[in-house]
């Protein structure tokens, strides 16, 4: 298990010197852009413990990978790959943690610990031959995929919406919207292969557009009933729900941008710092669209 957590650290050292980043430097600025974020981040606004939870739970998923933890059954005996998956959640979450103990938010840290756990024996294959429903068309296979996936976050975050409304936690109900919308942008930070492009006879702008129609329309149909319970028993803040929809929109339409804009590669880490910053100050958002957009037409053009 130490073999496998050293290549890992290895590999991300190499990955920083390839980006023309020195590892130490780049793990030092990092904390401290995570430290100065999130300060700035409580200090602006009252749902800060839930985004903190919101992205340490999405780090986590993107640990639950099927393929990749396939290939870590196939290396590893059932007790070290159990291990390996706690100690990788813990350690993608602990900066998360040690921050929330430090805002004195003991529950939400407690809480986080014990998800990023419980995530790391769940194991998101279905080994039966019954396919689950959805409420989508196979087009585009994003949702459809990711939505049988990780289908019982959703019904976490509509138990948490029927808490927050028992408890009249109108906060915790914002995270269950958040955490819903999280998981939508969760589906487009992998890249599919080239021919699933291809095979689109469209032009970049009409590709984009048609992913933007579906990402409106699916994730409004898993928000939906978070959206209507929130708005009956807290229609006085009614504003603020449907500006964080709006916003959760915005951050998944940026991620497919950012995905189609370095297509067919990977989105890196580079990415992750720009979305914390957005997450940090939504207006940049204003600049970083246009942008994205233009490299994802230039990138499509070269496929469709």
Same mark, same amino acid.
Request: positive net charge.
């Given at each position: ?17 390839? %980006? ?21 981040? #409580? ?21 639950? @990978? ?13 007790? @070290? ?5 706690? *100690? ?17 938010? !003991?529950?939400?840290?407690? +809480? ?5 756990? +419980? #995530? ?20 585009? =296979? ?24 028992? *408890? ?6 914002? #995270? ?16 599919? /292969?080239?021919? !699933? *492009? %291809? ?24 928000? +939906? ?18 500006? =964080? ?14 995905? !189609? ?6 989105? /890196? ?36």
């Amino acid at each position: 298990m130490k073999e496998y957590f050293v290549l890992q650290f290895k590999m991300l050292n190499r990955q920083l010197t390839e %980006w023309g980043i020195e590892p130490i430097i780049g793990y030092l600025i990092g904390i401290f852009a995570f430290v100065g974020i999130s300060i700035k981040l #409580f200090e602006k606004t009252q749902f800060a413990e839930y985004i903190h939870i919101t992205l340490a739970l999405s780090l986590v998923l993107k640990l639950n @990978e099927i393929n990749r933890n396939e290939f870590l059954k196939l290396c590893y005996s059932k007790t @070290e790959y159990i291990k390996i998956r706690i *100690v990788e959640n813990l350690i993608v979450s602990i900066v998360f943690i040690l921050f929330l103990l430090f805002e004195e938010k !003991y529950l939400s840290s407690i +809480l986080l610990f014990i998800l990023a756990t +419980l #995530f790391s024996l769940i194991d998101l294959k279905t080994k039966s031959s019954f396919t689950l429903p959805t409420p989508f068309y196979k087009h585009p =296979f994003e949702f459809t995929v990711g939505f049988r996936s990780n289908y019982f976050i959703y019904f976490f975050a509509y138990f948490l919406t029927f808490v927050s409304i028992s *408890v009249d936690n109108f906060n915790l109900g914002i #995270f269950s919207l958040i955490l819903t919308l999280l998981c939508c942008l969760n589906y487009y930070t992998n890249s599919e /292969n080239e021919f !699933y *492009v %291809w095979v689109f006879s469209l032009t970049p702008k009409e590709f984009l557009k048609y992913k933007l129609r579906y990402i409106i329309q699916y994730s409004t149909i898993l928000s +939906l009933p978070i959206l209507i319970s929130l708005s009956l028993f807290f229609y006085t803040k009614i504003d603020l729900i449907i500006g =964080f929809q709006f916003l959760g929109y915005l951050f998944i339409f940026t991620t497919m941008l950012a995905k !189609y804009s370095v297509f067919p590669e990977k989105l /890196n880490i580079k990415f992750g710092i720009i979305l914390a910053l957005t997450f940090w100050f939504p207006p940049l958002l204003v600049l970083i669209i246009p942008y994205l957009y233009i490299q994802s037409t230039k990138k499509l053009k070269e496929i469709l």
